[in-house]
């Protein structure tokens, strides 16, 4: 019998991927493209949306053609996408009305400062789950509605589409004939009311974003159209699995069920606990929808940190400590076990669960014998040690016993960062033997879609490295509780 594909394209902030999976949920392929980062004498970061689309078109075609694929063979297509970038584009012509504004960019800052000033900016979380910033689509939409000639009246009038980078792909992929968005996606817009699961009006009004500007929200799981990527494919195939990147991570760790959790090790990081089919409100991260499959909800908390991977590029250049991230495994190794050095890394500021954007990073603890490695080592373990503290608030305020940790990300290759893990968490941490797990998740939510996985085996085809804990109780103790004053330094709210 023939083989059947599932395509899978994961758009992300430097490039767009598209990845093969074969019936047995195997990635097969993947073929990239990046696309120019945006940025002006502001810091402000945009991204070309047609550029975007574009190598979406292409890196299809690049997959199959350098690896002799059959289109005829593809049955269906899943999107991950990059969250909270948002752009505004023409309904009738499908043309944007300007670049799009990536998660990074923090233009819309004063829009939401005048709406905080108002004070709504409690009303905002207790609604979208969110607390109010620019991070979010809203105030980059907003930005876009007040400073681009003519968009405010066309967006009155209902000549304009709002959205993300998912529901951009899935307008342009179906010939201007679909505009709908995911659950996931939705939530990160600060728009979506994670309670009614329906655009909040009151929200949408304070931002100036007119409701009827939005995505239909569709299941994750849902139909998102039919493409033949502008007539390259002889026949259209269906678009059925639609996830921001974070949520398609999830959803490939194979966290289905409430209180399972994945840390994605990046320049940030981002944490991620399903916390089932009822909200959690929190003060210390944030809440928003896993996904909606099949009409059902899951709901996650989710803490982002600004400065893990980022510190070893610190490291390497900045300091010169290290000529590759490789070299931090060793050289913590040698460490002198009695060094009590640690790094807070608050370049700007801290983020979950401290909230506190004046924090300024500090090495605290060193003595006359701290040197390289020492220093080293204390940047490794400090990614450690704030995924530690997203962990611990997620238990704490869900009131659910966490049980292991999945992790994905270039960092989890570090074995004494792996352990470290494991030893301050004091539960185990699993590393999956795949990388691409956001397109991985969009992909088996379309396969699971349409019969081509099921559901309850498709993720035991994943093989894992596990760690466990191994430091004595004592010693874990005293190692977080160092670190833990070590934050209290440079925390500006005492």
Request: glycine share 10%.
């Amino acid at each position: 019998m023939a083989k059947k594909y599932v395509l899978g394209i994961d758009q992300s902030t430097q490039g767009t991927k598209a990845l093969l999976f074969d019936e047995e949920g195997a990635l097969l392929y993947r073929s990239d493209l990046p696309h120019e980062q945006i940025i002006n004498e502001k810091g402000w970061v945009s991204h070309n949306p047609m550029e975007i689309y574009r190598n979406t078109v292409q890196a299809v075609k690049n997959l199959l053609e350098e690896n002799k694929i059959d289109k005829n063979k593809i049955e269906v297509i899943g999107i991950s996408n990059q969250r909270e970038t948002a752009l505004v584009w023409e309904k009738e012509s499908g043309e944007p009305v300007a670049d799009a504004v990536v998660w990074q960019c923090a233009r819309g800052e004063a829009i939401c400062n005048q709406i905080e000033e108002k004070g709504c900016g409690e009303m905002i979380r207790l609604h979208t789950g969110l607390q109010l910033s620019p991070y979010f689509s809203a105030g980059k939409i907003a930005w876009v509605l007040q400073n681009i000639p003519g968009a405010r009246k066309k967006a009155d009038r209902g000549e304009l589409c709002c959205g993300t980078i998912d529901s951009w792909l899935v307008y342009k992929l179906t010939g201007h004939k679909i505009f709908r968005t995911d659950y996931s996606n939705a939530s990160r817009t600060q728009m979506f009311n994670i309670s009614t699961l329906t655009w909040d009006e009151e929200v949408c009004g304070l931002f100036g974003i007119p409701v009827k500007c939005l995505a239909e929200v569709t299941d994750s799981n849902g139909y998102y159209g039919e493409t033949d990527f502008e007539g390259y494919f002889d026949h259209p195939v269906a678009i059925r699995g639609v996830m921001g990147d974070s949520h398609g991570a999830l959803f490939g760790q194979g966290c289905l069920e409430k209180g399972m959790i994945k840390t994605t090790y990046g320049t940030g990081s981002s944490v991620m606990m399903n916390i089932g089919e009822e909200p959690v409100l929190s003060k210390k991260v944030v809440t928003s929808l896993a996904w909606s499959m099949d009409g059902k909800v899951n709901y996650v908390l989710e803490g982002n940190i600004n400065y893990t991977g980022a510190v070893i590029t610190w490291l390497k250049e900045d300091l010169k400590l290290i000529q590759s991230a490789k070299d931090t495994e060793e050289l913590a190794r040698m460490a002198n076990p009695e060094d009590h050095t640690y790094l807070v890394p608050a370049f700007s500021g801290l983020s979950a669960p401290y909230w506190d954007g004046k924090a300024a990073a500090m090495i605290s603890g060193i003595t006359r014998t701290t040197g390289q490695a020492e220093i080293v080592r204390a940047g490794l373990e400090c990614i450690a040690y704030q995924i530690t503290d997203v962990v611990r608030a997620m238990g704490d305020e869900s009131g659910i016993e966490i049980g292991e940790l999945r992790v994905d990300g270039g960092p989890t290759k570090n074995g004494y960062l792996m352990q470290f893990q494991s030893d301050m968490l004091g539960i185990g941490v699993q590393v999956p033997d795949q990388e691409e797990l956001s397109g991985i998740g969009a992909a088996y939510a379309a396969g699971i879609a349409v019969g081509m996985y099921d559901r309850n085996q498709i993720f035991d085809g994943m093989k894992r490295t596990k760690f466990t804990p191994q430091m004595a109780k004592a010693m874990q103790k005293a190692k977080y509780e160092g670190w833990i004053n070590a934050v209290k330094m440079v925390l500006t709210e005492k």
